[in-house]
C-alpha cells in the first residue's frame, strides 16, 4: 500500500486513538478507590443511630453509564461507601428491590443485611448477594418495606436510595411521605442517582425532598475519594463542637449575587404547564445563567392564593420543575438548579385582584455566590 493510500487510515487511526482515551478518561473518572479509606473520626461525632441502605437491583439498573453497568458502578458507590463509614457504633440494613438478588417473584423486596449492629463485613456479604439486574422497579414498596424495617429503630436515621429511577412502579414519592411522617424529624432520606436520565434524576430528587432533611445527589459527583469522603461526612457524620465564650453566629443564608428579573413566567391558574409565549423568556434566562458558569441557582416558584396553602406550595414546586427541566433541555446542568417552592407565600401583587392574582403565578431566578 502507497504512502498515499495510507493516508485515510492514518486519520482513521488517529480518531480511533483519541476516542479510546477518551474512553479510558471516563473510566478513570468513575473509579473508585479500592479499598476506600475510612474517615478519620476524630474531629467528628455520629449524626445518626441507624441507617438503611434501598438497592436498586431491577432490569433497568442493567443499562449503562459512561462505559460502565449501572448495577455495577451502584455496587461499587455502596462498597466504598461503606468502607469510608468510620469505626462508629450503628445499627445497619441493606434492602434490595428488583429480582436481581435471586429468583424471586415480581415487585420483589427483600432484606439481605439487617437491621443488626453494623459492621462492614455484614453490609459488604449483603451486597454481595447482589448479583444481576432483573425484573421491575417497584421502589414504592421497597420504601414501604423499609419504613417497617425501621420500627425498632432507637435514635435518629438515615434512609440511602440507590437507584436510576427509572420505570418505577406505583408512588415512591409519596412511599417517602409516609416514611417521613412515620418518623418525622428523627429520619432524613437521601438519594444517589445512577445515571442522567431526566426523569430518574427528576423523580429521585423528589424522593429526597420529601425527606426534608436530606438531598440527592448524582452517583458520578460521590465516584471519587473527594465526593465519597463528603457524602459520609454529610450522612453520618457531624463535628464536634468546641467550646465557646459566646454563642456562635446562625449560619449565613446562601449570598444572592444576582437576582435575575427577565419579565414574569406566569402560569394560568391550577397549572404546571408553561405557556409557549414565554419560551423565549426563557430561552434569555438560559443564556444569561450559562455565563455564571457553575454558580448554583435557585428556581423559584410562586403561585396566586386561589386554594388551599398546601395545594399551593405542591403547585408552586411542580412550576419550578417544569422551568428546571426546560432549562436543562437548553443546556443547563441540573445539578446547578435548586428547585423552591414557596406556593402563595410571597406575594408581589394584590391577591384579590384577578391581575395581581396573575402577576403571582410566576418564576423567578437567584444565582448564588
Not at 453494623?118 to 444481576?132: V, W
Not at 396553602?309 to 428546571?324: F, P, Q, T
Request: hydrophobic residues 40%.
Amino acid at each position: 500500500m502507497t504512502g498515499k493510500n495510507l493516508k485515510p487510515w492514518n486519520a482513521v487511526i488517529t480518531v480511533l486513538f483519541f476516542v479510546w482515551c477518551a474512553g479510558a478518561v471516563t473510566q478513570q473518572a468513575l473509579a473508585l478507590p479500592n479499598p476506600c479509606q475510612p474517615l478519620n473520626k476524630t474531629n467528628y461525632v455520629k449524626k445518626v443511630d441507624n441507617f438503611l441502605v434501598i438497592f436498586d437491583a431491577s432490569e433497568s439498573m442493567g443499562g449503562t453509564f459512561q462505559g460502565r453497568q449501572k448495577l455495577s458502578f451502584a455496587k461499587d458507590i455502596v462498597r466504598c461507601m461503606n468502607e469510608t463509614i468510620p469505626d462508629i457504633q450503628l445499627v445497619g440494613g441493606l434492602r434490595s428491590f428488583g429480582r436481581g438478588y435471586g429468583l424471586f417473584s415480581i415487585n420483589a423486596t427483600g432484606m439481605l443485611y439487617g437491621m443488626a449492629d453494623y459492621s462492614k463485613q455484614g453490609l459488604q456479604a449483603g451486597l454481595d448477594m447482589i448479583t444481576f439486574p432483573a425484573g421491575n422497579t417497584p421502589l414504592s414498596q421497597a420504601i414501604a418495606a423499609g419504613t417497617e424495617d425501621l420500627k425498632s429503630a432507637q435514635g435518629d436515621m438515615a434512609v440511602i436510595i440507590v437507584s436510576d429511577g427509572g420505570a418505577t412502579t406505583d408512588d415512591p414519592v409519596k412511599a417517602a411521605e409516609n416514611m417521613k411522617q412515620t418518623y418525622g424529624d428523627r429520619i432524613c432520606i437521601y438519594t444517589i442517582t445512577v445515571g442522567n436520565d431526566f426523569a430518574g434524576l427528576h423523580t429521585m430528587k423528589r424522593i429526597a425532598h420529601a425527606g426534608e432533611c436530606g438531598f440527592m445527589v448524582t452517583s458520578a459527583r460521590i465516584a471519587t475519594e473527594e465526593g465519597m469522603t463528603d457524602f459520609v461526612e454529610e450522612v453520618f457524620l457531624k463535628k464536634k463542637t468546641q467550646p465557646v465564650k459566646a454563642a456562635p453566629a446562625p449560619p449565613a443564608a446562601p449570598k444572592v449575587v444576582e437576582n435575575i428579573v427577565l419579565g414574569n413566567i406566569q402560569f394560568d391558574t391550577d397549572s404546571a404547564v408553561i405557556k409557549p409565549e414565554f419560551y423565549p423568556v426563557l430561552d434569555n434566562a438560559a443564556k444569561v445563567l450559562q455565563k455564571f458558569g457553575d454558580k448554583k441557582v435557585i428556581v423559584e416558584g410562586h403561585t396566586d392564593s386561589t386554594g388551599s396553602e398546601s395545594y399551593n406550595l405542591d403547585l408552586s414546586i411542580r412550576r419550578a420543575e417544569s422551568v428546571m427541566k426546560y432549562l436543562v433541555a437548553k443546556g443547563i446542568s441540573a445539578e446547578r438548579l435548586i428547585v423552591k417552592g414557596y406556593g402563595e407565600q410571597q406575594p408581589i401583587a394584590d391577591n384579590t385582584t384577578s391581575e395581581g392574582r396573575r402577576k403571582n403565578r410566576r418564576m423567578e431566578f437567584k444565582v448564588l455566590e
